[in-house]
């Protein structure tokens, strides 16, 4: 069975850091391209982050770039997103999501976790 | 980057109705259209890829058309753990795109 389970969301002050990490079991990690989605309070789905199968190539939205970084260790098993100079804007559940590139369609995620950006 | 617009944001039906969501891309997405439902608190769930594809597991009441600009997503008959919100999301170009989504009520 696969599973994406997130962790290290939580409360962070404006300004602050949180690192996301993504578990994953139950196939092949290393030979899936992983993405970051995330979703504010009562609002829709948005991608943040993505990385290649050996984590050679990422490439980040606008909103984020210089700010977030993704990441991966192929022999964990683990996806990785570091959250830098938060701010607002930036409160949302955070979703993990396998990308089926022969489909175009994300066909597994993580239950999310949320990162909330407060004083 | 790639607008996708869903109509209507909202529809109220009553179990057993049929429900039709649209999604329109703003540019020819061919058939690079999948469709995902979610419930409250939960993570998305795809439903159907390239535009008609249905996922395994996914109940045949849901069916999707289309292609290059103008998308359904169709529930023939609607049961009551079908109430949620559906996106669509289109993967032809980079980067991905999601509609605003299409919440799914109670009548």
């Known amino acids: 069975e696969v599973q994406l389970v997130e962790s290290g969301g939580g409360l962070v002050q404006p300004g602050g850091s949180l690192r996301l990490s993504c578990a994953a079991s139950g196939f092949p990690f290393s030979s899936y391209w992983m993405y970051w989605v995330r979703q504010a309070p009562g609002k829709g789905l948005v991608w943040v982050s993505r990385i290649n199968t050996d984590g050679s190539a990422t490439s980040d939205a606008d909103s984020v770039k210089g700010r977030f970084t993704i990441s991966r260790d192929n022999a964990k098993n683990t996806l990785y997103l570091q959250l830098n100079s938060l701010t607002a804007e930036d409160t949302a559940v955070y979703y993990c999501?396998?990308?089926?590139?022969?489909?175009?369609?994300?066909?597994?995620w993580g239950q999310g976790t949320l990162v909330t950006v407060s004083s | 980057d790639i607008q996708m617009t869903q109509s209507p944001s909202s529809v109220s039906a009553s179990v057993g109705d049929r429900v039709t969501i649209t999604c329109r891309a703003s540019q020819g997405i061919s058939s690079w259209l999948a469709w995902y439902q979610q419930q409250p608190g939960k993570a998305p769930k795809l439903l159907i890829y390239?535009?008609?594809s249905l996922q395994s597991g996914v109940p045949s009441r849901f069916s999707g058309s289309g292609s290059e600009t103008d998308f359904t997503l169709t529930i023939s008959s609607l049961q009551p753990e079908d109430f949620a919100t559906y996106y669509c999301?289109?993967?032809?170009?980079?980067?991905?795109?999601f509609g605003g989504g299409t919440k799914v009520e109670i009548k």
């Open positions: 999501a396998r990308f089926q590139t022969t489909v175009g369609a994300f066909d597994n």
């Open positions: 390239a535009a008609s």
């Open positions: 999301q289109q993967s032809n170009a980079f980067p991905t795109t």
